[in-house]
T-cell receptor
Framework: GENVEQHPSTLSVQEGDSAVIKCTYSDSASNYFPWYKQELGKRPQLIIDIRSNVGEKKDQRIAVTLNKTAKHFSLHITETQPEDSAVYFC????????????FGKGTTLSVSS | GAVVSQHPSWVICKSGTSVKIECRSLDFQATTMFWYRQFPKQSLMLMATSNEGSKATYEQGVEKDKFLINHASLTLSTLTVTSAHPEDSSFYICSAQLPTGGGAAGELFFGEGSRLTVL
C-alpha cells in the first residue's frame, strides 16, 4: 500500500520568511496530492492540492510542486504570518472512488513575529 | 464545498460502555466514507473504509468487532466503539468522498471530529 513520508516534523521560521515542507510517496499509481492545515482540536482543512498531470500549482502565498519521477511533492509558503502556525499534513491517493487518503506524519509550523 | 457533519463533537464515557459516532454528508450523496483516528500530536490513521450497503473494509490492526461501522444510507455512516477502554481515547474523524466524475471527483471532505475520552 501507499506510504507517505513527511519532513521536517517541526519547522520554526520568522514572520515574512518562507517555509518548505517536503513529502515522498511510494505508490507510483498515486495521482492526487492534497495538503491540509490542522489547528488544535479542529478538522483538517484543505489548503491546496495537485494532480499528477501538472508539476506546480500556486494560490497566493501557497504553492505546491510535484516531481512524479522522484515521487516527491512539496509545499511552499511565502511571506509567512503568525496565523500560518499550525500542523500541516501532506497526503496521497489514487484518486478514484473508494480510495482513501494516506497521510504523512505532519509538520508543526511555528511562525514567530 | 461539500459539507460533512459529525456528532457528537466530544463524549466522555465510562470504561466498558459503547459509544456511537455519526457522520453525515449534508449536501451530497457519499457512496464511500472513511474513518480516521488521530492520537495527540500524531497523524490521521485510516481505520476503515465504509461503503454504502456493504461491509466496511478495515485496515490492518483495527479490530472490526470493536469498531463497528454501519453505512446504511448514502448520507450516513456510524462508528460504534464497543466496550470502550481508556486506550480508545482519541480524536475520531470521518470523511466523505465525492462521487466520481468532474474536476473535484474523489476529493475528501472531513467532519468536525469527535473527541472520545474513556474514563
Amino acid at each position: 500500500g501507499e506510504n507517505v513520508e513527511q519532513h521536517p516534523s517541526t519547522l520554526s521560521v520568522q514572520e515574512g520568511d518562507s517555509a518548505v515542507i517536503k513529502c515522498t510517496y511510494s505508490d507510483s499509481a498515486s495521482n492526487y496530492f492534497p495538503w491540509y492545515k490542522q489547528e488544535l482540536g479542529k478538522r483538517p482543512q484543505l489548503i491546496i492540492d495537485i494532480r499528477s498531470n501538472v508539476g506546480e500549482k500556486k494560490d497566493q502565498r501557497i504553492a505546491v510542486t510535484l516531481n512524479k519521477t522522484a515521487k516527491h511533492f512539496s509545499l511552499h509558503i511565502t511571506e509567512t504570518q503568525p496565523e500560518d502556525s499550525a500542523v500541516y499534513f501532506c497526503a496521497a491517493s489514487i484518486n478514484q472512488a473508494g480510495t482513501a487518503l494516506i497521510f504523512g506524519k505532519g509538520t508543526t509550523l511555528s511562525v514567530s513575529s | 464545498g461539500a459539507v460533512v457533519s459529525q456528532h457528537p463533537s466530544w463524549v466522555i464515557c465510562k470504561s466498558g460502555t459503547s459509544v456511537k459516532i455519526e457522520c453525515r454528508s449534508l449536501d451530497f450523496q457519499a457512496t464511500t466514507m472513511f474513518w480516521y483516528r488521530q492520537f495527540p500530536k500524531q497523524s490521521l490513521m485510516l481505520m476503515a473504509t465504509s461503503n454504502e450497503g456493504s461491509k466496511a473494509t478495515y485496515e490492518q490492526g483495527v479490530e472490526k468487532d470493536k469498531f463497528l461501522i454501519n453505512h446504511a444510507s448514502l448520507t450516513l455512516s456510524t462508528l460504534t466503539v464497543t466496550s470502550a477502554h481508556p486506550e480508545d481515547s482519541s480524536f475520531y474523524i470521518c470523511s466523505a468522498q465525492l462521487p466520481t466524475g468532474g474536476g473535484a471527483a474523489g476529493e475528501l471532505f472531513f467532519g468536525e471530529g469527535s473527541r472520545l475520552t474513556v474514563l
